[in-house]
Nanobody, 115 residues
């Protein structure tokens, strides 16, 4: 069955870095656009970064220049490198896979940015 398993979240100080990973299985990974979303209590889930199947990327304005999304179509994994983290980056981060009418979500990993 389809699985998206995120890892790499945790507690980090402001200015620090984390690398999130999402391992996919159960579908043809290379065909899918892969994205990272985040959500905080009381707010809607928002797109952080997306990488298309053919490579182009786009980012939410507040993370441009700090976050980098990448993918490995051999390991069926998408990454989010997060640098210069700020307290406002604190959220649960979700991995998403989308292709035509297929739309899959992981269970999320918590990132907390605090002194």
């Amino acid at each position: 069955q389809v699985q998206l398993v995120e890892s790499g979240g945790g507690l980090v100080q402001p200015g620090g870095s984390l690398r999130l990973s999402c391992v996919a299985s159960g579908f043809t990974f290379r065909l899918y656009a892969m994205s990272w979303y985040r959500q905080t209590p009381g707010k809607e889930r928002e797109l952080v970064a997306r990488i298309r199947s053919d490579g182009p990327t786009n980012y939410e304005d507040s993370v441009k220049g700090r976050f980098t999304i990448s993918r490995d179509n051999v390991e069926n994994t998408v990454y989010l490198q997060m640098n210069s983290l700020k307290p406002e980056d604190t959220a649960v981060y979700y991995c998403n896979a989308r292709y035509n009418y297929n739309n899959y979500w992981g269970k999320g990993t918590l990132v907390t940015v605090s002194p």
